[in-house]
T-cell receptor
Framework: TQLLEQSPQFLSIQEGENLTVYCNSS?????LQWYRQEPGEGPVLLVT?????EVKKLKRLTFQFGDARKDSSLHITAAQTGDTGLYLC???????????FGSGTRLSIRP | KAGVTQTPRYLIKTRGQQVTLSCSPI?????VSWYQQTPGQGLQFLFE???????NKGNFPGRFSGRQFSNSRSEMNVSTLELGDSALYLC?????????????FGEGSRLTVL
């Protein structure tokens, strides 16, 4: 069974703090995506990483794909209340038209 | 361009009834996939359609079915509803194969089964 584990499941921090959430698997992915989902909405794609060791930055968000393409991290610098939401990672496989989603990290930023 | 449109947004049904949910993909996207999202199980893959053909199916009972029309619009149906079918049903569209592209999700259809 292919699984994507995200940690932590829940995170509540003060505005202005930094945080990192993780996405880990025993499977090798051809690509990995991060999505953010707000209550009552569908997930919105933040980034796609495809190369082992790749680092992508989106304003205050930094995404890293592990060298072995089995794991990824999302680091947020100086969190803002607008960063609140459910962060989902998703891994794709070249061998099949298939994407697996992690269970998500629910992030709450307190003002 | 217009995003993925799902209807209805909210619906309430009782056990034993059936429900049909609709998804209109982004113009030019030929692939549609459906997911069930619940607090306990997260996002679970239901099925994927490309050019009116089901390409992949998740591990859901036969009560869950879907189809895609020639204009790429898709519907999913759940028959003989059970309490556990209460969930947010999400549709995603993309240009080609799921594993290589971006998924564009609709806002979902929230189903409550009483």
């Amino acid at each position: 069974t292919q699984l994507l584990e995200q940690s932590p499941q829940f995170l509540s921090i003060q505005e202005g703090e930094n945080l990192t959430v993780y996405c880990n698997s025993s499977s090798v992915f051809s690509s990995l995506q991060w999505y953010r989902q707000e209550p009552g909405e569908g997930p919105v794609l933040l980034v796609t990483v495809v190369t082992g060791g790749e680092v992508k930055k989106l304003k205050r968000l930094t995404f890293q794909f592990g060298d072995a393409r089995k794991d990824s991290s999302l680091h947020i610098t100086a969190a803002q209340t607008g960063d609140t939401g459910l962060y989902l990672c998703a891994g794709g496989f070249n061998s099949a038209s298939k994407i697996i989603f992690g269970s998500g990290t629910r992030l709450s930023i307190r003002p | 361009k217009a995003g993925v449109t799902q209807t209805p947004r909210y619906l309430i049904k009782t056990r034993g009834q059936q429900v049909t949910l609709s998804c209109s993909p982004i113009s030019g996207h030929r692939s549609v996939s459906w997911y069930q999202q619940t607090p306990g199980q997260g996002l679970q893959f239901l099925f994927e359609y490309f050019s009116e053909t089901q390409r992949n199916k998740g591990n859901f009972p036969g009560r869950f079915s879907g189809r895609q029309f020639s204009n790429s619009r898709s519907e999913m149906n759940v028959s003989t509803l059970e309490l556990g079918d209460s969930a947010l049903y999400l549709c995603a569209s993309y240009r080609d194969r799921m594993n290589t592209g971006e998924l564009f999700f609709g806002e979902g259809s929230r189903l409550t089964v009483l």
